[in-house]
């Protein structure tokens, strides 16, 4: 199973931005999916999930302002964030959720003026 997600970039505080998540290997079917974001000398954290009922997890920071998402027949998920801070600077990961497989390299994503 590989995990490749990517979007991330440079955004001004405010601004937005969606990160995607590629699964291959597995089917979005199977579990429920997860986004998760690590920054240096921290554990990574889940941000947000999915589960595979339907059911939706947030992180305390988050406070509405990011949205996850998915694609199953394209294999596909996603992280719309909205009103970024220079706090949510960090390497963003996806996952499926609540079993997690082999962590992909992440998406760096910088919030910055």
């Known amino acids: 199973v590989q995990l490749q997600a990517s979007g991330g970039g440079l955004v001004q505080p405010g601004g937005s931005l969606t990160l995607s998540c590629l699964a291959s290997g597995r089917s979005l079917w199977s579990d429920g999916v997860a986004w998760y974001r690590q920054t240096p000398g921290h554990e990574r954290e889940l941000v947000a999930a999915v589960r595979r009922s339907g059911g939706s997890v947030q992180a305390n920071f988050v406070k509405g302002r990011f949205a996850i998402s998915r694609d199953n027949a394209r294999s596909k998920m996603y992280l719309t964030m909205n009103r970024l801070q220079a706090t949510d600077t960090a390497v963003y990961y996806c996952?499926?959720?609540?079993?997690?497989?082999?962590w992909g390299p992440g998406t760096l994503v910088t919030v910055s003026s």
């Open positions: 996952n499926f959720y609540p079993d997690e497989v082999s």
